[in-house]
């Protein structure tokens, strides 16, 4: 891995639903390729549109940014202070 960003070009299958039960969007790159803190994947085409109570899966071409050594420590590194975010630690009084 090196200092700088590296792309690479993936197939891609999006699954997007829209209904009372699920509203997502799910991105499988083909392959499977490990992805790691600090990297991005950018979905090419139109976007997706669908109504109401529809589910739909197209195929796509997706962008794998990698992130280099300085970008995925750096993005550890703030990670860490994010997750702290999460916790909500509090202290009561139990009859003392």
Do not use: Q
Request: hydrophobic content about 45%; proline content about 3%; some cysteine.
């Amino acid at each position: 891995m090196g200092w700088l960003t590296t792309s690479e070009v993936l197939p891609c299958t999006v699954e997007v639903e829209h209904s009372d039960e699920s509203l997502h969007a799910h991105v499988a790159l083909d392959g499977n390729p490990d992805i790691g803190p600090g990297d991005r994947v950018r979905v090419h085409g139109a976007a997706i549109r669908i109504a109401f109570g529809e589910k739909i899966s197209v195929r796509r071409a997706a962008t794998l940014t990698r992130a280099g050594v300085l970008l995925r420590a750096w993005t550890r590194f703030v990670g860490h202070f994010g997750m702290a975010e999460l916790y909500e630690v509090s202290f009561t009084g139990r009859g003392l």
